[in-house]
């Protein structure tokens, strides 16, 4: 991507955003995810132009791995692990590696993380290939807990997004459904048809057709931008699942064209230009639903049955800063969607 396109890519965050990081970075992390050689690399460098150097610097950080490392193999209290043998975690071949890029344009800066999770269903004993996965999610949002105690609101590390790639086959395998179905009820999902360039437009529309309808009678939840607010205009409510193909990948035959069967400028509008302060604001919900669930578990962990009153006073303290965070994501919601009115009010009307 030349300079242009990175101007290009930042430019078209909302404007909403812009103003408010000229003085502060926007913390963006996305989880990209599947099994081995479904191009998960080539799609975050494709949606985010990482394959120039200028304006963009890359951070290779010995102590990010070891800290996503011990995340993954740790268990939090509330990912629900407790009958999962641990000889079964042992066999898991699941790989998670973490890259930091600054994408940098005038005034405008995003430092933006991306969670690569390879090796989904590569090996036969794939049950809980999810595991590191969840278990990173859910100790971003204790660790963003722990961060929001001590005031600390400027380094925000939850992960935002999780792109799932799958490969063109007739059938959805076990595992991918399993993991889709557990990371959607604790992140934003978007199912992603990789290598796409082997499809016919025919055998596509099959695909998506059936995948969806898998993920729905499966009860796996997606992330949909209408339900943020239905008064948006945004794509088609079944545009899931989207397709991407790596440009100019190589076959015994030839080379893939690529970008005719990607839905990369949709992803790019997703992602950056259109939600991504939809997907922040989904984020605070399931981080909401994670602070609900983890008070609950601290009240049953007490060792008397009859509570103290230290216990009482702390229980009215976290009750009275849950009502502050859902007023602040109240707050920023309402500044969000006037700030949005005012974008959409700018544009010309050929695009509305």
């Known amino acids: 991507m030349t300079m242009n396109k990175i101007s290009q890519t930042l430019n078209s965050l909302p404007k909403q955003i812009t103003k408010s990081i000229e003085s502060i970075p926007i913390n ?13 690399s080539s799609l975050i460098r494709d949606i985010f132009g990482l394959d120039t150097a200028e304006g963009i610097s890359v951070e290779w950080d010995d102590d990010l791995l070891h800290e996503i490392g011990d995340m993954a193999c740790t268990a939090n209290p509330l990912a629900q692990l407790i009958s999962i043998h641990p000889s079964n975690l042992e066999k898991n071949k699941t790989t998670i590696t973490a890259t930091r890029y600054t994408l940098k344009e005038h005034e405008i800066k995003m430092k933006l993380t991306v969670y690569e999770v390879g090796g989904i269903g590569d090996a036969v004993n794939n049950l809980f290939d999810w595991v590191p996965a969840k278990n990173l999610i859910m100790n ?17 590390k939850r992960i935002h997004v999780c792109l799932y790639l799958v490969k063109p086959t007739d059938v959805l395998r076990e595992i991918d459904i399993v993991t889709m179905q557990v990371l959607g009820e604790i992140v934003n999902v978007i199912p992603i048809i990789s290598k796409a360039d082997m499809l016919s437009d025919e055998k596509y529309t099959e695909m998506k057709e059936y995948m969806l309808s898998t993920l729905i009678s499966n009860k796996v939840r997606l992330f949909d931008s209408i339900l943020v607010d239905e008064c948006k205009k945004v794509v088609e409510i079944n545009f899931m699942p989207l397709r991407y193909s790596s440009p ?43 602070y609900r669930e983890k008070m609950i578990i601290d009240i049953f962990r007490q060792k008397n049955s009859k509570i103290s009153e230290d216990f009482q006073r702390m229980l009215g303290l976290e009750e009275s800063k849950i009502k502050k965070i859902s007023k602040r994501i109240e707050q920023k919601q309402a500044s969000y969607q006037m700030l949005i009115a005012q974008h959409i009010s700018a544009l010309p009307k050929e695009l509305l």
């Open 248 to 290: 100019n990948r190589a076959y015994s035959y030839g080379e893939s064209v690529g970008q005719g069967v990607s839905d990369i400028k949709t992803l790019q509008n997703l992602l950056i230009s259109q939600h991504l302060v939809d997907l922040i604001e989904v984020t605070d919900k399931y981080y909401e639903t994670y």
């Open 140 to 156: 971003r949002y204790e660790e963003y807990h722990m961060e929001e105690d001590k005031g600390i609101l400027d380094n925000d």
């Open 28 to 40: 963006y992390n996305i989880m990209v995810m599947g099994e081995s050689s479904t191009g998960k």
